[in-house]
């Protein structure tokens, strides 16, 4: 049966849940009590909205099951993983299934939390030749070129899109932030002004708004733009930093203090943050949890130095592996490594320069590496079962096929190979189980059709 296995890798579509979220996930009853896809979608949508995001994740999961193909499903699962911090599940989701306009964009959002810059921007710049001038994905790729410090490249993208499309208050929006970003105050305040006159209750207008005028030192100004952009949008965490700054200055410690703190419970976690609350907490004489802050301020600066020289060693990695230089590749993944070490991507792609240096053993760790940092990438534990397989540890290779199927129930190729480990191992029924469900996916494929005769002629000679 080993023969079978020629295997190429193939993540495919959406991560499915046959049943409704947890009991412990409560929402609406009204939303609740119906499981149309629709419903579920609704009901990601507003575990989402109030930060219950495994939840969210399990809602939007249960929709898909009942609909595949649906898109705000997609997105709403997409967003959500995402938001957890899982970018790669994100990535494996959307690479496998039809994408329109709003999951394309998903996408590139996911590899850009990945610190994946290339591929996002390829992802983007293809989008454009479909969806030209759209404001999502020119917006998109707008903020990927900023966060690459490839200013210029932003300016003339948004400033483009701003021009062909005069009226559209996004592309205005696009362009208005471009500027905020890039620190062209001289053009960002005019504009701000011009849009927020147009929409005068927009909160995230109100936002950056009030942060061109606390950086002015127009701190009335700013306070009262920030305060409304608050009331608008409570799960804001910048209008809440900006507005939390603007009342330290004020000498407000305790209101500044209120804001801040929620800025961290919905995510903030800027090193300047922190240092800002220990002087509000200092100020109000809180000198202990003042000490708590700045010890967090040195190790988020610790570990955002270690990111930053984590990309930069893995992007220069990537480079000398696609120029063909692999030691030097699988050199500068293990110092990027050492810097990150729980990045399950880093492990993959040294696994990869390994494989093609031929260090089995090598590559067989860094693999092992990836999986304890993430169990779910399935790419990692596909290409472990492959290298068991072919060690001939059958019942590790089974264990890492079923971990690939369980993540991804409609990967066909790994219910093949997890038939042709099953079949190895004597267990006929449950590799007959196994070609079944690759059947239900394909059921043209000539590989499952091949295995199923084979494992039937076995079962007749039994």
Not at 193 to 217: Q, S, T, V, Y
Not at 437 to 442: G, P, R, S, V, W
Request: charged share 25%; net charge negative.
């Amino acid at each position: 049966m080993r023969v079978l296995f020629g295997l190429m890798f193939s993540v495919c579509a959406a991560e499915a849940c046959l049943a409704a979220p947890s009991a412990e996930c409560a929402g609406p009853a009204s939303l609740e009590e119906n499981h149309s896809p629709n419903s579920l979608v609704a009901l990601g949508n507003w575990f989402s909205e109030n930060h219950q995001l495994q939840c969210a994740v399990q809602a939007f999961q249960a929709a898909l099951a009942v609909d595949a193909g649906s898109s705000k499903a997609l997105d709403g699962l997409a967003r959500a993983l995402i938001a957890t911090g899982d970018a790669q599940g994100a990535i494996r989701l959307l690479n496998g299934v039809h994408r329109d306009e709003v999951t394309t964009v998903d996408l590139a959002v996911a590899y850009r939390k990945a610190q994946m810059f290339d591929e996002a921007a390829e992802v983007l710049r293809g989008a454009l030749k479909t969806y030209p001038n759209s404001d999502s994905v020119t917006g998109a790729l707008v903020s990927l070129e900023a966060h690459q410090s490839h200013y210029a490249v932003a300016q003339r993208l948004a400033e483009e899109l701003a021009k062909e499309k005069p009226n559209d208050l996004e592309a205005q929006r696009i362009y208005f932030r471009t500027l905020v970003v890039i620190g062209d105050n001289d053009g960002a305040v005019p504009l701000g002004r011009k849009l927020l006159e147009i929409a005068p209750k927009d909160a995230d207008l109100l936002n950056l708004n009030g942060f061109l005028e606390r950086k002015a030192g127009d701190y009335g100004a700013a306070r009262k733009h920030l305060e409304e952009a608050v009331a608008i949008n409570p799960n804001d965490m910048n209008a809440r930093v900006n507005l939390g700054l603007v009342l330290a200055q004020l000498h407000e410690a305790a209101a500044a203090k209120e804001q801040l703190e929620k800025a961290v419970e919905l995510g903030a976690t800027e090193p300047q943050v922190r240092i800002e609350l220990a002087k509000v907490l200092r100020a109000l004489g809180e000198n202990d949890e003042a000490q708590k802050q700045l010890k967090l301020y040195e190790q988020k600066l610790k570990e955002q130095d270690d990111q930053e020289q984590s990309v930069l060693k893995a992007t220069e990695a990537a480079q000398a592996a696609k120029d063909g230089d692999n030691r030097k590749a699988a050199v500068l993944y293990r110092e990027a490594i050492a810097l990150e070490p729980m990045d399950a991507e880093l492990a993959y792609r040294l696994s990869v320069v390994l494989a093609n240096l031929g260090d089995m053993a090598g590559q067989r760790a860094a693999l092992e590496q990836a999986v304890e940092a993430d169990p779910k990438f399935v790419l990692a534990q596909y290409d472990l079962g492959y290298l068991e397989f072919h060690s001939g540890e059958d019942t590790a290779a089974e264990e890492h096929f079923r971990a690939v199927v369980r993540t991804v129930p409609d990967n066909l190729r790994a219910w093949l190979a997890l038939a042709g480990t099953l079949a190895t191992e004597g267990k006929t029924a449950e590799a007959q189980e196994a070609v079944a469900n690759a059947l239900k996916i394909d059921p043209n494929n000539p590989g499952a059709l091949d295995l199923s005769r084979k494992l039937a002629a076995a079962q007749a000679r039994q």
